[in-house]
């Protein structure tokens, strides 16, 4: 059964930068594409930008424009620039495949404090 292991989270000041990692421990990627998602208490997960074994890429809204995915499929990984950040950034960020299906890992803290 696939795993997945978040790393690169941490307490950054407002306007600040973070990359987060996520290994894979089978590789998925190459068969459709991967997804960071995110969530704060009390809400439901949401997917922040997603790319394909193509390289197509999705991003939210309230991203666009600050992050960037990327990918490497040879060490099937999957990666999230994060710049500029805001305080309405903060959540555990996790990885997964594109349709979220697959069991989740324990995700990587961001805290984003103004």
């Known amino acids: 059964q696939v795993q997945f292991v978040e790393s690169g989270g941490g307490l950054v000041q407002a306007g600040g930068s973070l990359r987060l990692s996520c290994v894979a421990s089978?590789?998925?990627?190459?068969?459709?594409?991967m997804g960071w998602y995110r969530q704060v208490p009390g809400k439901q997960r949401e997917l922040v930008a997603s790319i394909t074994s193509t390289s197509s890429t999705y991003y939210g809204d309230s991203v666009k424009g600050r992050f960037t995915i990327s990918g490497d499929n040879a060490k099937n990984s999957v990666y999230l620039q994060m710049n500029s950040l805001k305080p309405e950034d903060t959540a555990v960020y996790y990885c997964n495949h594109l349709s979220g299906k697959l069991p989740w890992g324990q995700g990587t803290q961001v805290t984003v404090s103004s």
């Open positions: 089978l590789n998925i990627f190459r068969f459709s594409g």
